[in-house]
């Protein structure tokens, strides 16, 4: 009895480090997704000539940016 609970908890832990560094990818890969929408927004705001949204969309698509690179040297 011992044995299978053992068991059990060992196979709950794999599976938990397998959906953690999926979560994490999933992760990366929206914070670069989000990189890639502030920054067509950015263009966009350049385009229409709104100085004040380009330098939001600007400041958010870099904040991304920080935040996607951060994700990766962590995990």
Not at 26 to 47: A, D, P, V
Not at 60 to 73: C, E, F, I, P
Request: charged share 25%; glycine share 4%; proline share 1%.
């Amino acid at each position: 009895v011992h044995w299978l609970r053992a068991k059990a908890l060992w196979d709950q832990w794999r599976e938990e480090m397998i959906l953690v560094k999926l979560e994490m990818d999933w992760r990366c890969k929206s914070f670069l997704w989000k990189t890639t929408q502030w920054g067509n927004r950015m263009q966009e705001s350049l385009e229409k000539h709104l100085p004040g949204h380009r330098c939001y969309a600007g400041r958010q698509s870099q904040m991304y940016s920080l935040l996607a690179q951060d994700a990766q040297a962590a995990f």
